[in-house]
């Protein structure tokens, strides 16, 4: 058996993050190994957990995801960032700034499973 992909959450709704928490424990192929409330803390956990995926909320305080979004594929440009929001007038800022696929919340399951293996294109 393959090794799970490893998932950091980064969205600053407590209840966002474990909703997509309580549905990637259901996936046998993805294992959450971190959350994070905002851009810059979601940095910090880059350092120490390596995640090969992100899934990242565009509006957060602090460091939106956005900006974070940037510097994670600056400095990981290996790890894939999944913009996940409910704003979809930020896909072509999020594409541009690095984000390797946009979805928008709600989207359906297989489509965010697709999205954190890398099989789909860049569109929610």
């Given at each position: 058996m393959e090794q799970p992909i490893?998932?950091?959450i980064v969205d600053d709704k407590r209840r966002s993050r474990d909703a997509l928490r309580a549905l990637l424990n259901?996936?046998?192929?993805?294992?959450?190994?971190?959350?994070?409330?905002?851009?810059?803390?979601?940095?910090l956990l880059m350092e120490r957990l390596r995640?090969?995926?992100?899934l990242m909320d565009v509006l957060m305080?602090?460091?939106?995801?956005?900006?974070?979004t940037r510097a994670i594929k600056e400095r990981w440009p290996q790890t894939k960032v999944v913009i996940l929001t409910?704003?979809?007038?930020y896909q072509h800022e999020a594409l541009a700034a690095g984000a390797d696929d946009f979805l928008l919340k709600g989207c359906p399951t297989e489509r965010?499973?697709?999205?954190?293996?890398?099989s789909e294109s860049k569109r929610s």
């Amino acid at each position: 058996m393959e090794q799970p992909i490893r998932v950091l959450i980064v969205d600053d709704k407590r209840r966002s993050r474990d909703a997509l928490r309580a549905l990637l424990n259901t996936w046998s192929e993805g294992q959450v190994v971190g959350e994070a409330a905002n851009g810059q803390a979601a940095l910090l956990l880059m350092e120490r957990l390596r995640p090969a995926v992100v899934l990242m909320d565009v509006l957060m305080p602090v460091m939106d995801g956005l900006s974070a979004t940037r510097a994670i594929k600056e400095r990981w440009p290996q790890t894939k960032v999944v913009i996940l929001t409910m704003y979809g007038a930020y896909q072509h800022e999020a594409l541009a700034a690095g984000a390797d696929d946009f979805l928008l919340k709600g989207c359906p399951t297989e489509r965010l499973w697709s999205a954190i293996r890398g099989s789909e294109s860049k569109r929610s």
